[in-house]
């Protein structure tokens, strides 16, 4: 096998993926140092402005964009491995994504070092999708029958909008941790709780069916034929998102509906529920990716190359890009004259009375991205010029 062709080829993953860094930094700046409260919730159609759903909306690309890219890259690990090496690197990584959710994800949003609460984001639904995609590979599944499972879990997960859960109790907690998760909350012992963002199941669609398309990467398939796939399917999604949208009928629990004016009924148009993934939010973001996919395979200059340097070491960089935009939050809390006292806000801790204008966190988005190009592009070396086991899992 010829290792170094594979690397070159999957160079267009690495740049959306690193590009797709880029943009999520945006939405944790907002997190971390926007103005909090209902007034600048991005979605909220009767309080919102333009620029605000934007920043918001740009950045409902990262999360299905990373896990299909995070299927593509298990398709490509198993190119250099068998199928039992295949199986336990990805139950043993999936476990891995969620502890890190559980223990350093949750303390850097909640800044609660006793763990009260334990949040499960985007890292716990790509681990859990691993581990799934194990037990998949460790059957002897065929691609076939892991981009048909995909795409069942993403075209039709939204059936379930239809049927009532009824919340508590085992069966309960577990349909909304693996189907249905909207935010909800899980008492574990004592005080502590679990605050699920992301259910496991409808993500791993959008994984398994990203395995699917990692095979268009293989050595001996002809670039071109892989861009026009990427092409005519992303074009296919993105016309399907348009039509389903109009007929505002099946596919998302939150219909669109005329605004005070249209560039605010184009908003209502676009936000589409993200937790779960609706098929409509997938569509909606995973049809230009793969437009976007087939443009870079073959684009080389200054852009790409910096976008590179982030998407060659995505669990580096999103680890750093958080505790570099809490050291921040916490530096600026006495610089802007105010006590560490907290906003009531149990997921993402902040000082109450503490924000900044959002042209504001524009700046200190740049600041990060730009701080941390060099610290990157060290450790993406360090990774392609060393072998130790521990560097597949950061």
Same mark, same amino acid.
């Given at each position: 096998m010829n290792n170094g062709l594979i690397k070159e080829r999957i160079r267009g993953i690495?740049?959306? *993926? =690193?590009?797709? @860094?880029?943009? @999520?930094?945006l939405d944790h700046s907002r997190d971390f140092l926007h103005f909090q409260g209902p007034a600048y919730a991005p979605t909220n159609m009767a309080t919102t402005t333009v620029i605000l759903f934007f920043t918001r909306w740009m950045t409902h690309f990262c999360a299905p964009t990373f896990v299909l890219l995070s299927g593509v890259s298990a398709f490509l690990a198993g190119l250099r491995r068998s199928r039992s090496e295949l199986t336990g690197f990805l139950f043993t990584r999936g476990l891995w994504l969620i502890l890190t959710d559980l223990l350093v994800i949750s303390l850097l949003f909640t800044f609660d070092g006793r763990y009260h609460v334990f949040v499960l984001e985007v890292l716990w639904a790509i681990g859990c999708s691993m581990v799934l995609l194990a037990l998949l590979v460790w059957l002897g599944a065929s691609r076939l029958f892991i981009g048909a499972l995909g795409c069942v879990l993403v075209f039709g997960h939204n059936l379930l909008d239809y049927v009532h859960i009824p919340p508590g109790g085992v069966s309960g907690n577990l349909m909304t941790l693996f189907l249905t998760g909207r935010g909800a909350v899980i008492p574990l012992w004592g005080d502590r709780i679990v605050v699920l963002l992301y259910a496991a199941l409808p993500w791993s669609g959008m994984l398994l069916i990203g395995y699917v398309l990692g095979s268009f990467y293989r050595p001996d398939v002809d670039a071109a034929r892989r861009r026009r796939v990427l092409l005519r399917v992303g074009c296919g999604v993105i016309v399907l998102f348009v039509l389903v949208r109009w007929i505002n009928g099946y596919g998302d629990p939150a219909p669109w509906s005329t605004q005070r004016n249209a560039?605010? $009924?184009v908003l209502s148009f676009l936000n589409t529920t993200?937790?779960?993934?609706?098929?409509?939010?997938?569509?909606m973001t995973i049809g230009p990716v793969l437009?976007?996919?087939?443009?870079?395979? *073959?684009?080389?200059? =200054?852009?790409?190359?910096?976008? $590179?340097?982030y998407g060659n070491v995505p669990y580096f960089y999103f680890i750093l890009h958080l505790c570099l935009l809490r050291v921040l939050n916490i530096l600026l809390i006495p610089a802007s004259g105010l006590a560490f006292e907290s906003d009531g806000n149990p997921l993402v801790w902040q000082a109450k009375g503490f924000g900044f204008p959002l042209w504001m966190c524009y700046g200190y988005w740049i600041f990060v991205v730009v701080a941390l190009y060099l610290p990157c592009q060290w450790? =993406?070396?360090?990774? *392609?010029?060393? *072998?130790q086991w521990w560097l597949s899992y950061l």
């Open positions: 690495d740049t959306i *993926r =690193g590009l797709i @860094m880029v943009i @999520m930094t560039a605010h $009924t993200k937790q779960p993934p609706s098929l409509l939010y997938v569509s437009v976007l996919l087939a443009w870079v395979d *073959r684009v080389r200059n =200054g852009f790409t190359s910096f976008c $590179t340097v450790y =993406g070396k360090y990774k *392609r010029t060393h *072998r």
